[in-house]
């Protein structure tokens, strides 16, 4: 067989991944990436241990997707949470599961697996090209913006793999998208996901607790119910605890124009009986003894119960429970994107084929963020792109052995 030329623009996960899998079938390919070194975003997640994937149960876990879950379940099915592990342990790096099920390296870094990744992804024959900026089509190929000038170059197929719009200094930034709507691809607005938001604090509070944690609370939207922590920000809240209720917020905000998150601050304690302790409290003495004495409440817990409850509600022992046990934070909108994790929208799953392939544009495929899915934070992100860049692997193969 004569080695096809495939060219892959986006050197993070879906794009190394497709690499290595159509590099290994013996085609000629080559990662173009416009920054300085390769997986720059995927090396930043792993400061802080790398969610490599989850190990919750897989039929739930496939779920995890949103709207874009059974979409993508053939691409997950084919690279499951276990596979993500045999592979990350082929590459040297072992890992375990913690606490809450996310799946971790041992190293607790993702230094070490990349480097291993590179190094196989080389040693396949697969060619990294750093600091190309890929600029759009002409003459039915593709321009790079590189530091010796204008690049253009053919390839039998191409994979777009080019990431959403969080962190755009790492990379990923949406450039991609009025190239692709040039061409008459469906796209759908990049929104930030995994996200914190803006509140409007007093400037009392603001002043007194940004920065300041709160524990051991449980958080409710229309995505459900969650106990864990998040942080008082100087613009609004943020943290994990956050994240996983940033999908539900970001959507009701833009469909209704207002957004609440309920936070229970007593979950141990019923309504019933932070009333009656409540209620045994003397009148005269200031709200702060009373949270204390009555609700064990203090600190930014207590700041928060003044900051947003009405002087009615503070009084009465049973309506000051009830906001106890469902504190209403109104969210005024999303951190911007380049603060967001991750990203919602993309590429709609409408202008693919079932291989992953555009089409508006024969031969040209697109995989990972920049596809039309969001994904919780816990390693769903990095398992879909995994997944979704062997998957368009596997469409641009069958595709390029196609006869003609």
């Known amino acids: 067989m004569t080695a096809k030329q495939i060219a892959i623009i986006g050197g993070g996960p879906a794009g190394l991944m497709a690499a290595e899998m159509l590099s290994s079938s013996g085609h000629a390919v080559t990662v173009y990436d416009a920054m300085p070194t390769f997986g720059r975003k995927f090396l930043l997640a792993g400061k802080s241990g790398l969610n490599i994937t989850h190990s919750e149960d897989y039929q739930h876990f496939a779920t995890r997707f949103g709207a874009a879950s059974d979409r993508l379940r053939t691409a997950l099915d084919a690279f499951t949470p276990d596979d993500v592990k045999a592979w990350a342990s082929g590459l040297g790096t072992e890992t375990f599961t913690g606490t809450s099920g996310r799946v971790f390296p041992i190293v607790m870094k993702a230094s070490p697996l990349l480097r291993a990744w590179l190094k196989r992804l080389e040693a396949q024959g697969v060619k990294l090209m750093i600091r190309h900026r890929w600029t759009g089509f002409a003459d039915a190929g593709l321009v790079f913006e590189t530091p010796n000038g204008a690049l253009a170059i053919h390839s039998d197929a191409t994979l777009l793999a080019l990431g959403g719009a969080s962190w755009p200094r790492l990379g990923a930034d949406g450039s991609w998208i009025p190239l692709l709507r040039d061409k008459g691809v469906e796209i759908t607005d990049l929104q930030p996901a995994n996200c914190g938001f803006d509140v409007d604090w007093s400037d009392v509070f603001n002043d007194r607790f940004a920065g300041a944690p709160l524990k051991s609370i ?187």
């Open 218 to 404: 449980t958080t409710t939207s229309d995505a459900g119910t969650f106990p864990g922590e998040f942080v008082i920000s100087r613009h609004g809240i943020e943290g994990s605890l956050v994240y996983a209720h940033s999908a539900a917020l970001r959507d009701r905000l833009t469909q209704q124009g207002h957004a609440t998150l309920l936070v229970d601050l007593a979950p141990g304690r019923s309504i019933e009986r932070l009333a009656k302790d409540l209620a045994r409290q003397d009148g005269k003495i200031s709200l702060s003894n009373r949270l204390r004495k009555g609700a064990g409440l203090e600190g930014v817990k207590a700041a928060l119960v003044r900051e947003l409850g009405a002087p009615a509600n503070l009084s009465d022992p049973s309506q000051l429970a009830g906001l106890i046990k469902a504190l209403p934070i109104p969210v005024a909108r999303p951190r911007p994107i380049a603060e967001a994790i991750s990203s919602a929208g993309g590429i709609r799953f409408d202008a693919l084929d079932e291989h992953y392939m555009l089409k508006n544009l024969p031969g040209v495929f697109a995989a990972g963020e920049m596809l039309d899915w969001e994904a919780p934070t816990g390693g769903y992100l990095l398992t879909a792109c995994f997944a979704t860049g062997r998957a368009a692997a596997a469409g641009i193969n069958e595709w390029i052995l196609r006869p003609s």
